[in-house]
């Protein structure tokens, strides 16, 4: 090859080196959003309602941020980031929130509420709806170890001891209004999810949780709101 045709070629690399050089792009990286926060698990019963309430943020802030569509719909195990926690705090189980959730999607057509003594005993406390000496149910004094029976069929959609203050609880619903409530259990002998019959033995008197002695704390509630029980029971 001709002296004069490499010549050439040297001098075009030599431009073309420095073209590149001169135009050369640096592509910085847009920093990615460090929010600070903590990961909360969700457990069994808990709500978003209740998670957000209990680390004091904003739900609907959490549920764009978790891209949870419908605030009613989160499950066991799930992850929710929670935005400015420091740390993960204890979230706790309420009755209000098992019944509400528990609400069947379909109508199911119900008659008059028709419900058994759940035990024989002496009540020792009644229903009050006062401020001063409220009482959500009525209390009935037995021996430790009676059986309980179910006040009417119904479905067990919480039988645990992980809602504060009632020991052993067990909760039926019975429609899509009513449910019945046996708490402070020496013992529960049903599961969640079961279908239970009227006068079945579902548990034992006991006195766990917030209990002086042996007795069973029973409600009844129309529309997750208390309601007198002796109006109902025959």
């Known amino acids: 090859m001709p002296n004069n045709i490499l010549w050439v070629l040297f001098l075009s690399a030599i431009l073309l080196t420095q073209g590149c050089a001169k135009h050369k ?75 509400e959730e528990s609400v069947p999607q379909e109508k199911v057509a119900y008659k008059k509420a028709n419900f058994i ?44 001891n992980t809602i504060r203050g009632y020991g052993n609880l067990i909760i039926l619903r019975h429609s899509e209004e009513y449910v019945t409530i046996y708490a402070h259990n020496e013992v529960n002998l049903v599961e969640e999810g079961d279908w239970v019959e009227r006068g079945q033995i579902i548990g034992r008197v006991g006195q766990t949780g917030r209990a002086t002695g042996p007795h069973l704390h029973f409600e009844i509630r129309k529309n997750n709101k208390s309601v007198d029980p002796l109006l109902f029971l025959k």
């Open 25 to 99: 792009v640096i592509i910085h990286k847009a920093p990615s959003p460090t929010k600070s926060g903590v990961y909360h698990v969700v457990e069994k019963h808990q709500t978003l309602y209740r998670i957000c309430k209990t680390y004091g943020v904003d739900i609907k802030e959490v549920a764009s941020i978790n891209r949870i569509i419908d605030h009613s719909k989160i499950r066991v195990g799930q992850r929710i980031f929670i935005p400015g926690a420091s740390r993960v705090l204890k979230v706790d189980i309420y009755i209000e929130d098992v019944v």
């Open 117 to 160: 003594w759940p035990v024989e005993g002496k009540m020792s406390d009644g229903f009050d709806e006062t401020e001063s000496n409220r009482h959500t149910g009525i209390d009935l004094s037995t021996s430790a170890g009676t059986p309980i029976k179910a006040s009417g069929p119904g479905k067990v959609i919480y039988s645990s």
